[in-house]
């Protein structure tokens, strides 16, 4: 339930919306004795977290009554003339935001800023703040991070919403020199490994190394467009005809499901593009950080081009990190009760 609050649809929460639906056929999954439960959907709640107040968990009560027509038998109460009894049991699961994330691909776009250079933003902007010299200039576009100095969650993010983003359309195309555009990716050497195999394995793989908000990303050298249009070819391949449907804003004709574990939906981190940008007015090359990450949907290759869509995708909680995760950060399903 909460993996559909998370990734299908956050607003719906009907009887009939895949929260509700799933919760359920989680809740009947699992037998007591050797026989299914009962669980309807007013037994599927949406209570608020103690601690942050959203709505963000999906409680299960899952009944073995008499009410229901499936009392649990007894054992030694039987004697004492109770043959049945009416058992209930409740599970809580809470989406809430991840704080670090696993399996990225090794290219790296920059967060989402406020464009004032040439308002709104759209995807085909490009971040201008500094001068040469380091100064701010006139009208400068500008990036709020997920977090502050001290580490609290900034209300002001301008970066990507997984959430309130899906369904942007992206086009990636290889980073033209030093520029900050929207759709201009680096190449990254991910952790321990380096070098073309390495690269185009971790774009066809999944590559365990856990990266937090604020580690560092080393830019892969040399022209890697070649080995990332194969590797990105290859994973739509595996799921050939999943494709996007506006009328869901979802993946429809996944051979996995709903496709949110299709291989062709993958990760890419985001950097700081104010970081990167007073970097090189300061004179450091390519001064990459982690800012957040996204969901990308692959839809096809047009020449050296990747389409494809924003979409919500799990991240993962790093208990060895004290970090926290942030509003419009990838969400991690955890049972809380």
């Not at 709640?45 to 409680?59: C, D, E, H, K, M």
Request: proline share 7%.
């Amino acid at each position: 339930g909460a993996t559909s609050l998370a990734f299908d649809s956050w607003d719906d929460r009907s009887a009939t919306g895949p929260a509700v639906t799933n919760a359920i056929a989680a809740g009947q999954a699992n037998q007591v004795m050797r026989a299914m439960v009962s669980v309807t959907p007013p037994d599927i709640t949406f209570p608020l977290s103690p601690t942050t107040g959203q709505a963000n968990r999906v409680r299960a009560t899952v009944w073995r009554s008499s009410a229901r027509g499936n009392p649990l038998p007894t054992f030694i109460a039987r004697y004492f003339g109770m043959a049945t009894a009416s058992v209930g049991a409740v599970a809580t699961a809470e989406a809430s935001p991840a704080n670090a994330m696993t399996c990225v691909k090794p290219f790296t776009i920059p967060d989402k800023w406020t464009e004032n250079q040439t308002a709104p933003w759209d995807p085909t902007d490009g971040f201008s703040r500094y001068d040469k010299k380091g100064n701010v200039i006139p009208n400068a576009d500008v990036y709020v991070p997920a977090f502050n100095e001290s580490g609290q969650a900034n209300a002001g993010y301008t970066g990507y919403n997984n959430e309130a983003n899906r369904g942007v359309r992206l086009v990636l195309r290889s980073g033209q020199g030093t520029q900050i555009q929207s759709s201009f990716y680096f190449s990254l050497a991910m952790i321990g490994d380096t070098g073309g195999d390495d690269y185009r394995w971790n774009i066809g793989n999944c590559n365990h190394s856990i990266y937090h908000w604020g580690d560092a990303l080393t830019q892969e050298p040399g022209d890697k467009e070649g080995p990332t249009i194969q590797g990105v070819l290859e994973l739509i391949a595996r799921d050939p005809n999943a494709y996007w449907d506006d009328s869901i804003n979802g993946i429809r004709a996944s051979n996995y499901g709903n496709g949110q574990q299709s291989p062709r939906v993958f990760p890419i981190p985001l950097y700081d593009p104010d970081y990167y940008d007073n970097g090189q007015a300061h004179g450091r090359v390519a001064s990459l950080k982690t800012a957040n990450w996204i969901g990308f949907f692959a839809e096809y290759i047009s020449g050296s081009e990747i389409h494809g869509r924003i979409i919500p995708i799990g991240g993962i909680r790093d208990k060895t990190w004290n970090g926290p995760g942030a509003p419009g950060f990838p969400l991690v399903i955890r049972l809380v009760e």
